[in-house]
């Protein structure tokens, strides 16, 4: 004699299966096919998260030499580093580390950095390394940009 089904188990299946198709089904006709249709929801992971993050990249503009700045800073293990160290939150601070840089090395005279933050609409050259950090004030290290997020050229008012 077959089993009656049940009802709560047979409830518990269509709505994992209906949870399941409206989690993956979405975002995979969205992205992989391209379907723009107002109906399906859009999913946005960690939207915002990240925004104005920086990466830095010193280097020496006689020798072409690039640092590694947590070297420069005297740091061996990044893990101890502080999170204001690992982490470029601004151009403020990619501008301030440059700074550190260029007093703890009496060496260095004369330290550029291309830069790139973090924008809603992805990353932004920031700096292209034209100006020497170890000279220059905020405003004139920025290369004709706002120093604050979000970077915008001060000629023309576009980012």
């Known amino acids: ?30 992205q992989g096919v391209g379907l723009r249709w107002s109906p399906l929801p859009r999913w946005r992971m960690f939207y915002g998260h990240g925004i104005n993050l920086c990466t830095a ?10 640092l590694d700045r947590l070297d420069a800073l005297g ?22 580390q440059g700074g550190t840089i260029c007093r703890r090395h009496d060496d260095i005279s004369d330290l550029r950095v291309r830069t790139r933050c973090a924008t809603q609409r ?26 604050t997020y979000p970077y915008q050229l001060l000629a023309t008012g576009r980012p």
């Open 75 to 96: 740091i061996a293990d990044p893990a101890q580093a502080g999170s204001s160290v690992r982490r470029l939150v601004g151009f403020e601070a990619v501008y301030r």
């Open 122 to 147: 992805g990353w932004l050259q920031v700096t292209k390394g034209s100006v020497n950090l170890c000279q220059s004030p905020l405003e004139e290290a920025a290369e004709g940009r706002e120093v």
């Open 57 to 66: 990249e010193y280097f020496l503009p006689q020798s072409g030499e690039v």
């Open 1 to 30: 004699m077959p089993a009656t089904p049940d009802p709560t188990r047979t409830l518990r299946v269509l709505f994992g299966v209906a949870a399941l198709v409206y989690l993956v089904v979405p975002p995979l006709l969205y």
